[in-house]
C-alpha cells in the first residue's frame, strides 16, 4: 500500500503544462536561433508548484520533514525524483536520496547511488552517476556530478558519448570522450571538457588539455574542427577555423590556412539578418603566394533588403564580387560559388515600386578572368541603367498591356586583345498589347509589339554616323487546341490529351547593321524559343521574321491525381522569307523548314523518371544535338543519374562534344541483401552499412574523364566515415586533384583530412542525401517518468 502526500500548496493557478512548439534547427548555414528545450516555468511559477511525494510508507512532520521508505518518489514540475529512501526538509527545500537514485529532468536523466540536493535551486551533488540528455541522446558515466543551479552542472572523471548500448555484456562504445571534468551549460547548449581525450575504437585520436563541444545544433563561439588536406598544387593544407556567434541574427567565420607549397592565407565570412535587410560578406588575402609568386585577394558581398522612405518603400541589392588575378578561379577552389568563376559580375540596384511600376537604377561592370588558351571576349558594363516597367493588373476588355522604358551607358571595360568597342547611350521603349481568348478547350492570343530604340555612340558606327534610331513594330498570333479522351496504358487508366498549337509572327525587316552589340546574342534553340517573337535575346537586334512555328504535344496524366506520367513533344518553323537581320559571323537562314524539335519526358513513378529532346537537321539527314536525363530513385539514400549530351558542328560536319555524365549514390550492403531500413531523410539506412557516391563525367569525343568525384561513405550509428577522391577540370589542360576524408562523431564533432567531402558530394552528385540531418528536437515529454 502506498502512501501519499502533497507538502505545498500553490498560490493560485498552475498554467497548463505543455511540451515547447517544434521549431527550425539552427544549421551551419542558417541564421536563427535553435529552439532547443527552454525552461517551462518562471522562477515565480516554479516557486509556488506543489511538491508531490509517495511511497511504501510515510513518516515525519507536516511541513517540516518527510522520509519516504520503499520506491520513493517526488515530484515538483519537470523535476522527478525515484529512490529506495528519501527524505525531504521543508523549511530547506532539500533532499536526500539513497538506494537507486534516478532524476528525470525536462526528459535529461540521471542514475546514482546517492543524491544530495536543493529542488528548487537544483544545487548540490549526485554519487556515482550515469547521465542521458534528451536532446541528442548523449550519454556517459561518472563518479560525481555537481549540479550548481537548473542549468549547470560540473561532471568529474566523466565519460560521454552518443553510441547506444546494445544489450552485449562486453559492449563499449566506438567512440568515447574521456575527461577529467565537463562543464556542462544546458541554456548555452555547450559542454567544456579539461584534461579530455577523444577515443576511437578504443584508440586516444585527440589528446587535448581543454575543447568546448556542443549538446545540441544550437550555434555556438569556439574552434570548430581543423581540417588537413592535400592536393596537387597546395601540397599540404591545415586550416584552423574559428566561428564567433555574434548574435542569433549575426556570426563571423575566419579561417587561417597554411599550405605547405604556396604560404599562409588568411580569409573571413561575415554574416548577418536582420528584418529589413540580410547578407553574407566573404573575403580572403593570401601574402606572396608562391603558386603565382603575388599576392592574392578576393571578396564577395551579397546584400539584400528595403529601405523606408517617404515616397514608399525602396529595395537595395548588393553583388559584389572581385579577385585579385585572372588565375584566382582556378587556384581557389574552395573559395563561394561566386569567385569560382571566369565572369564576375558586381551589381547594384535600387528600386522603387509604386501601383503598377516599378522604377530602378542598376549598375553592373565584369571582371573577366582570362586563359590565353581559352580567351573569352568581355561583356559591356552598364554604368548606369535607369529603367522603368509598367504592367497594370486590371485593364478593361481582358487586355494586357506591359511598357518597358530603358536608358543604359554602356562601357566595355578592360576588352580583349583586338576586341572592338563602342562605348555609347541606349534608350528605347517597348509596349505590348494582347487579347487572350481563352475556353476550355482552345486559347487564341492576338498581340501587337512596338519597339523604338535609339543609340549615340562614342566613336563612329559602320554608316559613319554617332546616331541612329530604330523603330519596329511586331505582330503574334498564337492558338492551340486541346483534346482529351479517358484511356489506358500498362494497365493503368489515364487521361491522354492532344495539344495541337500554331504560332505566327511577324515583324518586317530594318538594316541593323550599323548598330553595336551590348547585350545580345542568339537564343537557345529549345521549345519556348520556338514559339518566340525574337530570335535574339537582347534589345541591339530584332530579327527580321516571318515564321509559322507548327507543334504538337500529347500528355498522360492520372485522373486521380493529376501527375503527368508521360509526355510527346514536337514541333517545327515554316519560314516564309529568307532571315537578313544578323549577328557578325552568322550564317542567314534560307531553308523554308527549320530543324525539328522532339522531345519526351516519363515520370511513371516515383522511382524513375526520363527525360530528353532532340534536334533533328533535314537537310544533314542527322540530329545535330541531343539532351537525354534519366534517373532511378527507389528509397532514401538509393538514387541513379545518368545524362547524355551531345552537339554536332554543322558547320565544321564533325561532333563538337559527346559528354556522358553519370552521378550515384547507393548502399553497397545490397549486394549481399542487406536493404537496411529506411529511417527517413536524413536518419540514414541503419548502422553497419556502406555506401558508394559518386560523379562521372566523360568526354567521348576526347576519350577521357572530365570532372571524377568518387567516394564510400560507411554509417557506423554513432560515427560516419567518408573518403572521396575528387579530380576536377580547371582548364582545358589543367587539373586538381584532392583526396578528402571525414570522420564524423555524431552529435559531437568532425575530423576532417583535406576539404570537407560533404560539401563535395552536395554540389557534385545530384540528389545526394547527407546520413545525418538535424531534426526537429524531441519534447521533453518524450522521455516522461
Known amino acids: 500500500m502506498q502512501a501519499h502526500a502533497q507538502l505545498a500548496e500553490a498560490a493560485g493557478t498552475v498554467p497548463e503544462v505543455t511540451a515547447p512548439a517544434p521549431g527550425d534547427q539552427a544549421q551551419d548555414l542558417q541564421l536563427k536561433p535553435s529552439t532547443l528545450l527552454q525552461e517551462t516555468y518562471t522562477p515565480e511559477v516554479r516557486s509556488q508548484q506543489p511538491i508531490y511525494i509517495k511511497g511504501d510508507s510515510l513518516s515525519g512532520q507536516p511541513d517540516i520533514k518527510a522520509s519516504v521508505h520503499g520506491e520513493a518518489e517526488l515530484r515538483r514540475g519537470d523535476t522527478m525524483i525515484r529512490a529506495d529512501k528519501l527524505d525531504y526538509a521543508v523549511p530547506d527545500d532539500k533532499v536526500n536520496a539513497v538506494g537507486s537514485v534516478h532524476i528525470n529532468k525536462a526528459g535529461n536523466v540521471f ?359 530604330r523603330t519596329l513594330p511586331t505582330f503574334s498570333l498564337d492558338s492551340g487546341l486541346i483534346f482529351e479522351r479517358d484511356t489506358s496504358l500498362f494497365g493503368k487508366k489515364l487521361t491522354q490529351t492532344f495539344e495541337p498549337r500554331a504560332f505566327y509572327t511577324y515583324t518586317p525587316y530594318r538594316d541593323q547593321s550599323m548598330l553595336p552589340l551590348y547585350d545580345t546574342g542568339r537564343s537557345d534553340f529549345n521549345f519556348a524559343s520556338i514559339f518566340s517573337e525574337n530570335d535574339y535575346v537582347g534589345q541591339d537586334r530584332i530579327a527580321d521574321n516571318h515564321l509559322l512555328t507548327l507543334g504538337a504535344t500529347s500528355r498522360f496524366f492520372d485522373p486521380d491525381t493529376g501527375a503527368e506520367k508521360f509526355k510527346l513533344a514536337i514541333a517545327q518553323r515554316v519560314r516564309f522569307s529568307d532571315q537578313r537581320v544578323l549577328l557578325p559571323g552568322e550564317v542567314p537562314a534560307t531553308s523554308r523548314f527549320s530543324d525539328i524539335l522532339l522531345g519526351a519526358a516519363v515520370n511513371w513513378t516515383d522511382k524513375w523518371s526520363f527525360e530528353g529532346t532532340t534536334q533533328y537537321n533535314q537537310d544533314l539527314k542527322r540530329t545535330v544535338r541531343t539532351t537525354a536525363t534519366a534517373r532511378y530513385s527507389p528509397s532514401n539514400y538509393r538514387t541513379f543519374n545518368i545524362g547524355y549530351r551531345t552537339q554536332y558542328d554543322t558547320t565544321a560536319q564533325t561532333d563538337a562534344s559527346k559528354l556522358v555524365d553519370v552521378g550515384w549514390q547507393w548502399p553497397i550492403n545490397d549486394l549481399w541483401g542487406d536493404k537496411g531500413k529506411d529511417l527517413g531523410p536524413g536518419r540514414g539506412q541503419g548502422g553497419g552499412r556502406w555506401y558508394a557516391v559518386g560523379r562521372l563525367n566523360y568526354s567521348i569525343k576526347d576519350k577521357q574523364l572530365v570532372d571524377t568525384v568518387v567516394g564510400f561513405e560507411y554509417d557506423g550509428c554513432c560515427w560516419i566515415g567518408r573518403v572521396v577522391l575528387e579530380r576536377l577540370q580547371s582548364s582545358i589542360t589543367q587539373s586538381n586533384l584532392r583526396l578528402l576524408f571525414q570522420l564524423e562523431f555524431v552529435g559531437f564533432s568532425r575530423l576532417s583530412f583535406g576539404a570537407d567531402p560533404e560539401r563535395s558530394l552536395k554540389q557534385n552528385v545530384p540528389r545526394y542525401q547527407y546520413l545525418r540531418e538535424a531534426v526537429t528536437p524531441p519534447s521533453r515529454f518524450t522521455n516522461y517518468d
Not at 571534468?181 to 544546458?186: A, E, K, L, R
Not at 554574416?271 to 564577395?300: K, Q, T
Not at 522603387?352 to 571582371?367: E, F, H, I, P, T
Request: proline fraction near 7%; glycine fraction near 8%.
Open 111 to 469: 542514475d546514482g547511488s546517492k543524491l544530495d540536493l536543493e529542488v528548487d535551486a537544483f544545487k548540490g551533488s549526485f554519487e556515482d552517476a550515469s547521465y542521458r540528455f534528451l536532446v541528442n541522446s548523449a550519454h556517459g558515466e561518472s563518479s560525481r556530478v555537481d549540479f550548481l543551479d537548473r542549468d549547470h552542472a560540473v561532471v568529474h572523471h566523466a565519460t560521454y558519448t552518443t553510441c547506444q548500448r546494445d544489450d552485449e555484456a562486453s559492449w563499449q562504445p566506438a567512440w568515447q570522450l574521456q575527461a577529467e571534468t565537463i562543464h556542462v551549460d544546458m541554456a548555452e547548449e555547450v559542454g567544456v571538457a579539461e584534461n579530455a581525450k577523444l577515443k576511437f575504437k578504443g584508440v586516444t585520436i585527440l589528446p587535448v588539455p581543454r575543447m568546448s563541444f556542443p549538446l545540441s545544433d544550437k550555434r555556438k563561439s569556439g574552434f570548430l574542427p581543423p581540417t588537413q588536406g592535400m592536393d596537387s598544387q597546395g601540397g599540404f593544407e591545415y586550416t584552423q577555423p574559428y566561428y564567433w556567434n555574434i548574435a542569433p541574427n549575426r556570426d563571423l567565420t575566419l579561417f587561417p590556412s597554411v599550405m605547405t607549397r604556396r604560404g599562409v592565407n588568411l580569409g573571413a565570412q561575415f554574416r548577418y539578418l536582420e528584418p529589413s535587410y540580410s547578407g553574407e560578406a566573404y573575403a580572403n588575402y593570401m601574402p606572396g603566394d608562391s603558386l603565382r609568386d603575388r599576392d592574392r585577394w578576393g571578396y564577395s558581398w551579397q546584400h539584400r533588403g528595403t529601405i523606408d522612405s517617404p515616397i514608399g518603400g525602396l529595395g537595395l541589392n548588393l553583388n559584389l564580387n572581385r579577385v585579385s588575378d585572372d588565375n584566382y578561379w582556378r587556384d581557389f577552389r574552395w573559395a563561394p560559388i561566386a569567385l569560382r568563376q571566369r565572369l564576375l559580375p558586381s551589381t547594384a540596384n535600387l528600386s522603387w515600386a509604386k501601383g503598377d511600376g516599378v522604377l530602378s537604377l542598376n549598375v553592373v561592370r565584369y571582371q573577366t578572368l582570362q586563359d590565353p588558351a581559352s580567351p573569352i571576349a568581355p561583356p559591356y558594363s552598364m554604368v548606369p541603367q535607369l529603367q522603368y516597367r509598367y504592367t497594370p493588373l486590371e485593364l478593361p476588355h481582358g487586355l494586357d498591356f506591359t511598357m518597358v522604358a530603358d536608358t543604359t551607358r554602356f562601357e566595355l571595360i578592360r576588352p580583349l586583345a583586338g576586341q572592338i568597342g563602342n562605348n555609347g547611350q541606349r534608350s528605347y521603349v517597348q509596349a505590348q498589347l494582347s487579347r487572350p481568348f481563352l475556353s476550355p478547350g482552345a486559347f487564341i492570343t492576338p498581340k501587337l509589339m512596338l519597339h523604338s530604340a535609339m543609340y549615340q555612340t562614342d566613336q563612329f558606327m559602320s554608316n559613319g554616323s554617332k546616331s541612329a534610331q
